[in-house]
């Protein structure tokens, strides 16, 4: 299956470019993200990471990608009350993610604590010990983006979860499940399981099934990049992008210093080919070759 989407991937690069390609699919990515209500907000949001730790190890995770382990090293130095306080001061909506956010020891301590007039939505896989306690225990309002991951094996448990989730006030939830490889068929069958429980489980791609330009490449080129989410690690300082952020490389202040909600200024990176397909979704991210190519991707 995996020799067979290369082969496909190929064809159409040939058709219609690389850069074509890589449009049409950000353009599928985005619809069917806005469709479920999950990670792919485009602006006025920031994106937090207060663990990278996740009790699965699914082959085609962006943290194995980044750095080449599942649960990549971290220091997680922000409390509770401290990663509040800094979404509350710079004011923005809130995508808390992972990692599995409900492996961080105290989810509830940040969500409650979030002024009420910002979103807040909750990636996770909801395979963490707790996580039905730790949703139990917020008391306001709440998106829920849950994944099913076909590799951790049948989807009774995590049905049970979503069930019993969906009876608790103010959460809302979105499901999805990543279509990889040999599981697609599986999710076909799962879908319908859901569906007689009156749930949508919608299929994206999987990312390590698609490499592209600037992702998954044997050569590292240097380039202008410019990016505009705001993206916090674990240990509350912020990076140029999701790519650095699993890596905690190349950090930029921290999520407390004034300012931080500014766009960030073109900067010039050398891992261009090595970054993370996540990234290479965010709207308005800008690459511009040093070689006189040009523009890669133009806001
Ligand atoms: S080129 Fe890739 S790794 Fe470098 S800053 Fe941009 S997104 Fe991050």
């Not at 509830?108 to 225990?137: E, F, M």
């Not at 921290?254 to 073109?266: H, K, L, Q, R, Y």
């Amino acid at each position: 299956m995996k020799k067979l989407l290369f082969s496909i991937r190929n064809l159409l690069q040939r058709l219609v470019g690389p850069v074509a390609l890589h449009r049409l699919r950000k353009r599928i990515v985005r619809r069917s993200n806005t469709e479920n209500g999950s990670c792919g907000h485009a602006e006025r949001w920031i994106y937090i990471y207060p663990t990278f730790a996740c009790t699965l190890k699914c082959s085609y995770c962006q943290n194995l990608h980044a750095t080449g382990i599942h649960n990549p090293l971290e220091q997680c130095t922000m409390t509770p009350r401290a990663w509040a306080e800094s979404i509350n001061r710079i004011g923005r909506h809130v995508v808390i993610s992972g990692g599995d956010p409900f492996v961080y020891h105290d989810l509830p301590g940040i969500v409650n604590r979030i002024a009420p007039h910002l979103k807040v939505v909750i990636c996770s896989d909801l395979s963490a010990p707790g996580t039905l306690d730790a949703l139990r225990a917020m008391r306001r309002p709440v998106s829920l983006d849950a994944t099913y991951h076909p590799s951790s094996g049948k989807s009774g448990k995590f049905l049970q979860t979503v069930e019993a989730a969906r009876g608790l006030d103010g959460i809302e939830i979105a499901l999805h499940s990543v279509a990889a490889g040999k599981a697609v068929k599986f999710l076909r069958r799962t879908q319908k399981e859901f569906l007689a429980k009156d749930l949508r489980l919608n299929l994206v791609a999987a990312y390590g099934d698609l490499a592209f330009e600037g992702s998954r490449q044997q050569q590292r080129e240097t380039v202008y990049c410019t990016k505009r989410n705001i993206n916090i690690g674990p240990d509350g300082k912020r990076y140029p992008c999701l790519t650095k952020t699993i890596r905690m490389q190349d950090p930029l202040c921290s999520v407390t210093a004034p300012g931080i909600a500014d766009d960030m200024p073109p900067h010039l990176c050398n891992d261009f080919g090595h970054c993370v397909p996540g990234d290479l979704e965010e709207v308005g991210m800008r690459i511009e070759r040093l070689d006189g190519r040009g523009v890669l991707r133009p806001c």
